[in-house]
């Protein structure tokens, strides 16, 4: 194996069945001795069926005070073809289809996608050809950027989440939900409260949209931590 080009194994790798190897490299006299030892893994049988690869991220807003910035790269050395699905909160989903270049990296602002230029939306990044990609959102607050917040895309969906943090006592707290299936989806938020004591609610969240509850208002939760 031609341990100078790591990128092609990885890239090949990530479409077939594999079988794992070592690859062990000695340097040339004049460059000193240094060798290294990698495990890795080599294709030994192709796939014809290619599978997209998704990242999901719930929260996504634009407008007059947050601003956003999807970004996306390409660790591979071959170009990757990117769907972006945006779920609007009223259920309108709107796609941007995009090429990354090998090892490039994008940023997407989705206030310039006519649609979402003041709008809460959830999003889905298709990677289309099942390649593995960099994917995290930034958001800024108001126009002087005086607060934001980053985060990494999740890689599944769960029917169940957890959260250790929550509070109405100075602070405002929202949860967000994406639904990225076709029908309806029943939801059950349960609170539990420093006292011991749970608050249950339930809601639906439409097909292909994102659903935001304010825990605000909740008045068992105004002014508690949870």
Known sequence: VDAASPANIMSSASRAQATPVSIFRILPPWAGLVTSLACGWVPTAVSADVVPVNYYFAEGATGAFFDLDLLLGNPNARPASVELRFLRADGEVITQELLLEPWSRRTVVPENIPGLEAAEFATTVVSVDGL???????????????????GEAAKALSSLWYFSEGTQLGFDTYLLVANVDDEPVEL????????????????????????????????ELRGRSF
Do not use: I
């Not at 011991?196 to 008045?219: I, N």
């Open 188 to 219: 059950t938020f349960e609170f539990l409260l420093q006292d011991g004591s749970p608050v249950t609610r339930h809601y639906e969240a439409a097909p292909k949209s994102r659903f935001t509850l304010y825990a605000g208002d909740v008045p």
């Open 132 to 150: 593995p990609l960099l994917v995290e959102r930034s958001m800024f607050w108001d126009e002087r950027r005086h607060g934001g917040h980053s």
